[in-house]
């Protein structure tokens, strides 16, 4: 298994966001995380990069804990955020140097990807431009790239399609696609259920901070009972048994 999240229960005081979640996302896998605003998608990721420590649970990639060996574990995450993180002071070319010290990736190797990567998000021109030139999609862009230099096991994207135009998602659905091919498990919080359902392999459903239900589509469609639904049905049945 590439990610094992085991009785993960946690959030930002006393009263945990998450109770008790338990999930697998093996290797070659698109798991694609969904749920309402406020149901703990983003507090589920923030536990799993690190930035939030799990009041109960365990959470291993690879079999290894943050605690346990944080290099090694960071080193085989990549994390794409909702919102662009940026230097101000350091221009794009700047910000993938970062990004090869910070992984101590191959530089040859790393650059060589990354200049597949700029060219086909049309940002070969813009190396020496600082984060103030960039649009809120060619930031996402440049998150993106970063993240992609990175041979990573997991790759975590938080809301990808925010800001992007639709050649840009396309883009970024067929790199999604080469590195699942490559061996590597992704995770996909989205709110766009149709490109969700075509291109991920399993769903988590959240609700309240509960898994309300998890597996493949047709899994998912016996759980609710709803042999001809897609994933948009599902997801409002969903949400009208919870304010029931």
Known sequence: MSLEVEHLTGGYSHVPVLKDLNFTIPEQTVVGLIGLNGAGKSTTIKNIIGILTPQKGTIKLNGVTLAGEPETYRKSMAFVPETPVLYPALTLREHIELTIMAYDL?????????????????????????????????????MIVCAFIVPADLYIID????????????????????????????????????????????????????????????ELKQQFGMTDANLDDIYFKMIDEVAQ
């Not at 490109?195 to 901070?209: E, K, M, P, V």
């Open 106 to 142: 191959d530089s040859e190797k790393a650059w060589q990807q990354a200049g597949d990567l700029l060219t086909r998000f049309r940002l070969n021109k813009r190396l020496d431009w600082f984060p103030a030139n960039f649009s809120k999609g060619m930031q996402q862009k440049v």
């Open 159 to 218: 809301e990808p399609f925010t800001g992007l135009d639709p050649l840009a998602i396309r883009d970024l659905l067929t790199i999604i696609e080469q590195q699942k091919a490559r061996g590597a498990a992704v995770l996909m919080s989205t709110h766009v259920l149709a490109t969700a359902q075509q291109y991920a392999d399993r769903f988590i459903l959240l609700s309240g901070g509960e898994i309300r239900a998890q597996g493949t589509l047709p």
